[in-house]
């Protein structure tokens, strides 16, 4: 299974520290961020955080990066203009 969520991290730093964070609460799972343009506000302007694995709980994760201060939602089949 993958999940893809947007986020609003811009800085690789800031990345590798969620990426740190969510792997050792996760340790089954392989994440990875891809940092993307931020010319448009958030949603449009994001960053993708990609997680694969057996059993990957969206609603916890999007809340445990919530209460980090980041903007997380689960990538919708949408065209931004």
Do not use: A
């Not at 891809?34 to 958030?42: A, I, V």
């Not at 993708?48 to 445990?64: A, K, P, S």
């Amino acid at each position: 299974m993958v999940e893809v969520f947007i986020t609003n991290v811009k800085s690789e730093c800031h990345s590798e520290d969620i990426l740190q964070f969510l792997e050792h609460s996760y340790p089954t799972l392989k994440i990875d961020f891809d940092l993307e343009d931020f010319n448009k506000p958030y949603p449009c302007g994001h960053s993708i955080l990609r997680i694969e694995g057996e059993l990957i709980d969206t609603i916890t994760i999007v809340q445990q990066l919530k209460s980090k201060g980041i903007e997380c939602d689960v990538l919708e089949d949408k065209i931004c203009v």
